[in-house]
């Protein structure tokens, strides 16, 4: 077996139909994000030191990844992109044997897989593939399970549950909470220089400190929003305020891979569908936080209720509402978000492990 370095992002693509090509749930989540995280013009390229690999037998790619240590990482680095085929546990071990030596040459102590660039972007390898993946979830095949022995595990998951069920239990608690909180408001945000700055600001106070998040630059999330901005409406973003201070924020989407056919990914087409005829069915509340010393005050429910609002006002055919991923030991997240979206979605896992820096 055979190391090889590659020379592009567009070669891991070229492995996709190998991996996915005769799986009918997959949607390609993966490609838009190569540019982002691995393109040589990319902000968080530039911020980070990479290599991509893969691993030959006899001509044949078995398995690749990109390894990343981003400046901000710490002493943590990255198995991001990993792809492999069935049966190839000799070729990962192999892999991953290199990737702890590129690790440690750059003076990391722990090596992660499952997390493609940072935890904005996508983390977690999905447990079951029984469903398509909704926009901007994690997916592959259900044996890269059996790839990572001797690491740890941190399991994630994601919830959802019907509509109408979830926005009566959101205005029954702010029925109750409302007169104790009459300070805070909701500026529904146009993604812009301004409020992108203020976003990135917000996030790196409220997830600092959260498993696998690191800091994020301005130019960073910049590049990632704007991309999304054509298709986001305004309140996708809302920003949390008490008086004239951001306190936090919540972003929601429709699930834009209802627009997308099995085996594609989000694209032109998929777009301009988006804005001649969307009624989606499904809607995903992908972020939501608040300071630290604003938690357990009601603020966070008030925000979910302004978003659901939102959210069935644009979109009044929505019949489901489905969470991000929460890590499992979170559990003053995962009993919020349980309180409202009390069926289990999908389950997600991370690797990780120490290493001699």
């Known amino acids: 077996m055979e190391i090889i370095k590659l020379g592009s992002p567009g070669e891991l693509r070229s492995f996709y139909p190998s991996v996915y090509g005769k799986d009918p749930n997959f949607k390609d989540n993966k490609s838009s994000l190569l540019p982002l995280v691995c393109g040589g013009q990319s902000s968080f390229y530039q911020n980070s030191k990479q290599e991509i690999i893969a691993v030959l037998h006899k001509g044949k790619r078995l398995c690749q990844c990109v390894l990343i240590h981003h400046k901000n990482a710490g002493a943590t680095a990255n198995i991001a992109f990993f792809e492999a085929l069935p049966d190839s546990g000799g070729a990962v071990a192999h892999m991953l044997e290199y990737a702890e030596i590129w690790a440690a040459a750059e003076k990391c102590t722990r090596i992660i897989a499952g997390m493609d660039g940072h935890l904005n972007y996508a983390l977690g390898f999905s447990l079951e ?11 592959n095949p259900s044996y890269y399970a059996g790839y990572f022995s001797g690491f740890s595990e941190v399991r994630l998951s994601c919830f959802q549950d019907e509509a109408p069920l979830v926005r009566q239990r959101v205005d029954d608690d702010c029925a109750r909470i409302m007169g104790r909180c009459p300070q805070y408001s909701f500026e529904p945000a146009r993604i812009n220089d301004r409020n992108l700055k203020r976003y990135t600001d917000l996030s790196n106070t409220i997830f600092e400190g959260h498993d696998f998040y690191f800091k994020r630059e301005y130019q960073e999330d910049a590049e990632l929003l704007e991309q999304m901005k054509l298709i986001l409406d305004r309140g996708a973003l809302l920003f949390i305020k008490d008086g004239q201070t951001d306190i936090g ?17 989000f694209g032109i087409v998929s777009a301009i569908k988006r804005h001649l005829r969307f009624s989606p069915a499904r809607a995903k509340m992908a972020e939501i936080g608040v300071l630290p010393e604003y938690q357990n005050k009601g603020v966070v429910t008030l925000a979910f209720q302004q978003a659901m609002n939102t959210a069935l006002k644009n ?27 009390k069926h289990k979605g999908g389950s997600f896992v991370v690797y990780e492990k120490n290493i001699s820096g």
């Open 129 to 139: 593939n029984t469903a398509p993946p909704s926009f901007g979830e994690s997916y």
């Open 249 to 265: 924020l919540l972003f929601y989407y429709p699930d834009f891979n209802e627009l997308v056919p099995p085996g594609r990914g």
């Open 315 to 341: 979109y009044p055919d929505i019949k489901t509402i489905i969470s991000s991923w929460i890590v499992d030991t979170n559990t003053k997240s995962s009993l919020f978000t349980r309180r409202y979206t």
